[in-house]
């Protein structure tokens, strides 16, 4: 039989605690972000450890580490505090009123928000809040609540953090981009091999885009000639356009940014990937948030 859990047994103020313990990494810098003393950060943790029988923290030197069990508390915990804490927005009246926040990549904003953003904005009154991010940037300001919807490229299976909700939206293609006078568009050869040899405009390490490159570079046996590195596509195709290499991105083929360019599909070589939505797991999304999510799914033309 399942144990039945009395009300005084676990409490939300507890199940807080425990999370800001995981994330701060230890009980004195728990207190200061919760306004809490020491002594009743530790007493909502020893609470806890007596409600589900386990010990969560184990003591290395001045210093506390999770165990294995907290690790799986926390995995479970957060999606629940956060579906808590968003239903005061879904059953608040005034959600109408509800600043949204958005965080996605210059290029993304510059060639495929702007017309659904602004149909939304014509059926609802809600603040728009906008923000420049790059697909870690995104990530980080979802869980740290600075923002409440995200647009990105989707990561790799393995790059997926447990604690992201994604939503597919569409798929753009991964092109290399130039200067129509380059020697790269005026070759019949399009292969990586080529592509190799000149200078690349690339985004940083660790981006969904460049681990696809370095990935097919990498099976081929090739190195890069990697001449700029930037944190947004818009950059990189500002970067081709003054001539500093070739750029490689994600994007659209006829987007506005890189219309005085030439450039050629590397689908076949790094494939395709998908743009996703993401918020926080648990998240319960307000019926304008919703429309926007809906809106932002479209593909664009």
Known sequence: MPR???????NF???????????EGGYAAAARVSHLSVPSVWQHIQALEKVYGVELFA???????????????YEHVSSILVQVESTFDVVARSSIDQTIRVVAGARMMLEDLAAPLAAFHKRHPNHLVIRQGSDRRAEELLMDDQADLAMAL?????????????????TVEFLAVAKRSHPYMKSRAAGLEELAEHPLVVTLAGTHGRDALDQALHREGLQAKISVETDNSAFTIACVAAGMG????????????????????????????????????????????????????????
């Open 4 to 10: 039945s859990i009395q009300s005084e047994d676990l």
């Open 13 to 23: 103020a507890q199940l807080r605690t425990f999370q800001l313990v995981m994330q």
């Open 59 to 73: 003591r290395a030197g001045r210093h506390v580490e999770p165990t294995a069990a907290a690790e799986t508390l």
């Open 154 to 170: 989707e990561p790799g299976p393995d790059r997926k953090s447990a604690h992201l909700h994604y939503e597919p939206a569409y």
């Open 246 to 301: 070739i750029g490689i991105l994600a994007g659209r083929s006829n987007g506005v940014l890189s219309k005085k360019l030439a450039s050629r599909s590397l689908s076949d070589k790094l494939g395709q990937r998908r743009i996703v939505l993401m918020w926080r797991k648990g998240r319960l999304l307000t019926d304008p948030m919703v429309d926007l999510v809906e809106q932002l799914k479209l593909a664009p033309e």
